[in-house]
């Protein structure tokens, strides 16, 4: 279907990339999206999608806003404390982009229930989530992109451990939760990185939709806010992994 003129004018910086064009903002129209977590790092990811013109955003998240995510989910606002956080997100989404379509989930998600995303976003702050995501992700066959912030540290990956030979999940990367697993409830974290993070959740679930560039596949983003630095390092598929490996 073409563009209308409306379309045109709103995508006109996407259309003048030649590796998105008029086709990678159709792909993006037509593109349905989950996201699991509507805060630090879902908020900017979500917005980025949604604006970019994507279809369809489903968000999953249980909790309402408190005082003490306002210093770095900046989708919220002194208003909207005690709301659910998907609502605010959500109209904050329909503000920007009317025609695109946002399926609320307010509750958190659990392996029963089924996500409609064709790529998967992993905005969650806890490992529990994150095993299962992964877990679903490879037996359907989707893309999960995965983010985590705390402190001063961010990283960013893709992982297609279904959808690419080879490929490695996210548990041989993370075999198995860390005993010292930090949250950032405890521990502090800076809210521009987790900008940042979910920034690039938002570019590598846009490269995958509309094939630009090379997704972070078998790579793992890591930023480190004090040093200023970003650097990649190469994650090989363990066969091992109880997940993607070769044992049965
Ligand atoms: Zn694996």
Same mark, same amino acid.
């Given at each position: ?56 955003? /489903?968000? +999953? ?47 958190? +998600? ?7 995303? /064709? ?8 490992? /529990? ?22 402190? +001063? ?50 570019? /590598? ?44």
């Amino acid at each position: 279907m073409a563009l209308t003129p409306e379309q045109l004018d709103r995508h006109k910086r996407h259309i003048l990339l030649k590796e998105i064009g008029g086709p990678g903002v159709q792909k993006l129209l037509a593109a349905k999206v989950s996201i699991i977590g509507a805060g630090a790092l879902g908020g900017p990811c979500a917005m980025y999608l949604s604006a970019a013109g994507v279809g369809e955003i /489903e968000l +999953w998240d249980g909790d309402t806003v408190e005082r003490s995510n306002l210093q770095r989910q900046i989708q919220f606002t002194e208003a909207d404390l005690d709301k659910s956080k998907v609502d605010v997100l959500a109209s904050r989404l329909k503000a920007g982009a009317p025609d695109n379509s946002v399926r609320t989930q307010k509750r958190r +998600w659990g392996v029963a229930h089924a996500l409609s995303g /064709e790529i998967i976003i992993d905005a969650t702050d806890n490992y /529990e989530t994150r095993f299962e995501l992964n877990q679903v992700a490879h037996a359907s066959g989707r893309v999960l992109v995965s983010g985590a912030a705390t402190r +001063w540290s961010g990283q960013v990956s893709v992982f297609a451990s279904g959808v690419v030979a080879g490929a490695p999940c996210y548990q041989c990367f993370v075999p198995q939760p860390p005993p010292d697993a930090e949250a950032c409830e405890d521990v502090g974290v800076v809210g521009p990185v987790t900008g940042i993070v979910g920034s690039n959740m938002a570019l /590598e679930a846009m490269k995958i939709i509309t094939g630009a560039g090379k997704p972070m596949i078998g790579k793992i983003g890591l930023i480190d806010g004090l040093g200023g630095m970003t650097r990649q390092i190469g994650l090989p598929r363990d066969p091992a992994c109880p997940v993607c490996g070769e044992a049965p």
